[in-house]
Structure formats: C-alpha cells, structure tokens
C-alpha cells in the first residue's frame, strides 16, 4: 500500500481551525432537553446539519483558503467525480442528497487536523466504488495509487458474512489513514442516524440500534490508535445516539 501508518502525530496542514465549532457538527443530546428519547422525537433537526447550501458553503471556502492551487484543483476534481458517481444517491430516510455525507467526512477529519490531500481526497470519493459502478482502476486512473488504496481499504465486501474478517484487517493491517478515515466516515453516520431518529421517531429506531451495536466491534477497536480527537468524536457520537435506539430484534453481522 502506498498509504503507510505514521508512528508520530500527523503532519498540519491549512485548516478553519482543528477544534472550531462548525455548523456541520450537531448538537448532542444533552443540547437538545431532557427526559429521554420522547423529549426529541419529532424535533427539528438544526437544518444546517443537513442543508446542502451550507455544506457546499463550508467547503467552498475550506477549498479556497488552502495555500496550493493544486490541492485546491485535485479537491474540486475529487468531488465533482464523487458527485457524478453518486447521482440521485440520497441518504436513508432523508433528501439530503449523498454528496453531502462526503463532504462532511472530510471536514471532520480537517478539523481533527488530518490534511493530507491524498486523505481528503479519499473522503470524497471513499465510498464511490462500495456504492456505484466505479470500479478501483478508475480511481487509481483518475486520483492515483494512494488514493485509490485507500478507497480499497474503505470498500466493504458485499456479504455479511466477510464483515468480521474485514473488519479484522482494519484494525490489524490497515494503514493510519485508512483507519483514521473510517472513523470519521462512521461519527457522521452516527450523527446522521441520530438526526433520522430525532425526526423520525420510531421508524427507525430498531436499525440504528443494530448499527450501533455494530460499531461497537466494526470501528471502535480501531479508536485504540487513533489521535484522542477522534476518540472522543467516535465515543460522543455513540453516547448521543445510544438513547435513542432500541435494539429489540438485534441480528449480527
């Protein structure tokens, strides 16, 4: 793999800011009132979360305050592409178009201060060959080989029964971006299920309490090596969804 493990802390780039609030992060539940599941269901969610205008707003000026003309062209490149690819993708149980999931999971890991280009470009485009037509050779063609190792790192297999030794391999073998990326790509999930649940009531409670559940053996081992900021972004995320769910029915993997 081009993409190597880094046994000191992670090289600083141009960032908005590593611990800035930024509208793209959610408030927790504790934000939000008292009293347990019934006291946000049905609330609305910020919309910032979710608007597109505002993600594309955030990034917008993210790209164009990075001192490199080429970072700033390889990162438009990279999420147009993933735009195309993703097409009339939306997320579950929402109109927010795919896209923007991306984009959030990119500025996640800006503000734990991983800029890496290569990184961030794998953000954009990380979930392109999992979930559309492209294949990997497109992406090591059009992006390179470090970003189209870690798009492969980032690629579930397709059957359930794969998922424990994958996720094995991401935790044993998998390079620091690799594992670094999907953290950040499961604290938006989280954030993004949290929301569906607090919009949505009880529709969805019993899936997310599966995911959760999951991402307590999928991607928290992974935690262990990665910088505290992403520690406690993992943790938080699953404290805020945790009392919302409901697990009755659970099946694994």
Aim: glycine share 8%.
């Amino acid at each position: 793999m081009t993409a190597s493990r880094r046994s000191a802390a992670p090289a600083r780039g141009a960032t908005l800011g590593a611990m800035a609030p930024t509208p793209l992060r959610p408030p927790a539940i504790s934000d939000v009132g008292e009293g347990g599941p019934s006291s946000v269901e049905g609330r609305a969610w910020p919309g910032v979360f979710d608007a597109p205008d505002t993600v594309e707003r955030v990034w917008t000026d993210f790209v164009a305050a990075l001192p490199d003309p080429g970072q700033r062209t390889a990162l438009r490149q990279a999420l147009a592409f993933a735009r195309a690819r993703h097409g009339a993708q939306f997320r579950r149980g929402s109109p927010t178009p795919y896209w923007v999931h991306l984009v959030r999971v990119a500025m996640e890991l800006q503000g734990w201060d991983e800029t890496s280009p290569a990184l961030l470009q794998a953000a954009l485009l990380h979930d392109t060959v999992e979930d559309t037509r492209t294949t990997i050779g497109e992406i090591r063609v059009g992006f390179g080989a470090e970003v189209a190792d870690i798009v492969d790192w980032l690629t579930a297999p397709s059957g359930p029964d794969e998922l424990p030794a994958y996720y094995e391999r991401l935790r044993t073998s998998a390079p620091y971006e690799v594992q670094v990326l999907k953290i950040a790509d499961r604290v938006d999930n989280l954030r993004s299920i949290q929301a569906l649940v607090m919009r949505t009531g009880a529709r969805y409670r019993q899936w997310a309490g599966t995911y959760l559940r999951r991402t307590v053996w999928q991607v928290l081992p992974l935690a262990a090596a990665a910088p505290s900021v992403a520690r406690v972004a993992l943790v938080t995320a699953m404290a805020d969804l945790a009392p919302l769910v409901d697990d009755e029915g659970f099946t694994d993997p």
